[in-house]
C-alpha cells in the first residue's frame, strides 16, 4: 500500500466517524476552540480553517504525519476508541479530544493524525 492510499484511507474512516458517530454538538464544541487564537499552534496561519469548516475539508486539508509513537499518547490520559483498521493496525479516537490516530509500523515512529481542533491544540493538550 502506497503512502497516498493510507492517507485516503485514514481520512475516509475519520470521516465516517465524524460523520456517523461523533455527533453535531460534539463537532461543534471542539471547532469551536479555534475562535481562541492563544490555543493555537505556534506558527499557525490558516485563515482557511474557519469555524464552519465542513468535516470533508477538514479531512482534506488538516491530516499530518508526527514523528511520535502512537504508544506514547495512548499511554497517556486519554480515552482511545478503536473506529477502525488500516494495513492490520487499529485506528484510534482520543475521546473528548477530537483527536484521530494511526501508525502503520511499530517499528518506525510516524503517525498519522488529525485534529477536530485544527489549528487550535486539542482541549487536554
Known amino acids: 500500500m502506497t503512502e497516498k492510499q493510507y492517507r485516503e484511507d485514514f481520512g475516509r474512516l475519520v470521516l465516517e466517524h465524524i460523520q456517523d458517530a461523533l455527533g453535531d454538538a460534539e463537532w461543534r464544541r471542539l471547532r469551536a476552540l479555534v475562535a481562541d487564537r492563544r490555543r493555537w499552534m ?18 482534506d486539508t488538516a491530516i499530518s504525519e508526527d514523528a511520535i509513537a502512537i504508544g506514547r499518547i495512548l499511554e497517556g490520559p486519554f480515552r482511545p476508541i478503536r473506529i477502525g483498521e488500516i494495513g492490520g493496525e487499529s485506528v484510534f479516537y482520543l475521546d473528548g479530544q477530537g483527536v484521530y490516530l494511526w501508525m502503520p509500523d511499530e517499528d518506525v515512529p510516524i503517525t498519522l493524525s488529525l485534529w477536530i481542533t485544527h489549528p487550535a491544540y486539542p482541549p487536554g493538550w
Do not use: N
Open 42 to 59: 505556534i506558527g499557525a496561519e490558516e485563515p482557511d480553517l474557519a469555524l464552519d469548516i465542513s468535516p470533508e475539508a477538514l479531512v
